[in-house]
């Protein structure tokens, strides 16, 4: 396991959660590489996703976690994890698909994600593509690059994490239809622009059954 975050056992605290059947997209191969996705419902939160990649004969893992809230008014939160023969990745991103804009200008409700983004500083960073995912990504975010970086991000992943998790715990209540549509803005512009996982998925799937997977199991802004 890449991600040392344990998300069944971390959410539990807001409410239930309810594993949803994905089908036919819980296991897909393709071209040597392997994905299993796991989609969740959480009660009073939204809903999250899991998806761990495996390629190159397991010399190249992948690890996502996508927290999509829609009943509680927080950013769009994804956590990416990539290892590689000489080369690790890892992202922590926040979305600005709150109803209430966050104030990009100061760091507000999210001063202890800066906090946490200064104490790391010295790791390499990740220049982040431009695309409407860079727009809409707020400054707490993190973006990191290097050789043998995952031992060194350890406990910056486990305090960014944990920011975040307060920030929960006490987020104000929203429509979950406008909170819907709000994220859904993003989630669309990101299957037309396209980015390096949306591209993948439909390179591999068809532009059609990839928006499935993401609108519906992944990013849950189509969730019924």
Avoid at 3 to 12: A, S, T, V, Y
Avoid at 70 to 78: C, G, I, N, R, T
Wanted: proline share 6%; with cysteine; net charge neutral.
């Amino acid at each position: 396991m890449l991600i040392p975050f344990d998300p069944l056992e971390e959410f539990r605290r807001f409410g239930n959660i309810e594993q949803r059947d994905m089908g036919e997209f819980a296991v897909i191969r393709k071209s040597g590489k392997r994905f299993e996705s796991a989609s969740y419902r959480l009660e009073g939160v939204g809903y999250f996703s899991t998806i761990r990649t495996k390629a190159m004969l397991g010399l190249m893992q992948m690890e996502s976690l996508i927290l999509t809230p829609l009943e509680v008014d927080m950013p769009l939160m994804s956590y990416d994890v990539m290892h590689l023969p000489g080369k690790d990745l890892v992202l922590l991103e926040l979305y600005d698909t709150q109803l209430v804009p966050a104030d990009r200008s100061a760091p507000g409700m999210f001063a202890g994600m800066e906090e946490v983004k200064a104490r790391y500083a010295h790791l390499p960073n990740r220049e982040t593509p431009p695309g409407c995912s860079a727009e809409m990504l707020l400054p707490q975010s993190i973006g990191k690059k290097g050789r043998k970086l995952l031992k060194k991000s350890e406990a910056m992943v486990t305090e960014w994490l944990a920011e975040y998790m307060k920030l929960l715990a006490d987020a104000p209540k929203c429509d979950h239809e406008e909170k819907r549509k709000a994220t859904k803005r993003y989630t669309d512009r990101l299957f037309t622009e396209g980015g390096v996982a949306v591209d993948q998925f439909k390179k591999m799937m068809g532009e059609e059954a990839a928006v499935k997977l993401l609108g519906e199991f992944i990013f849950c802004c189509d969730a019924p």
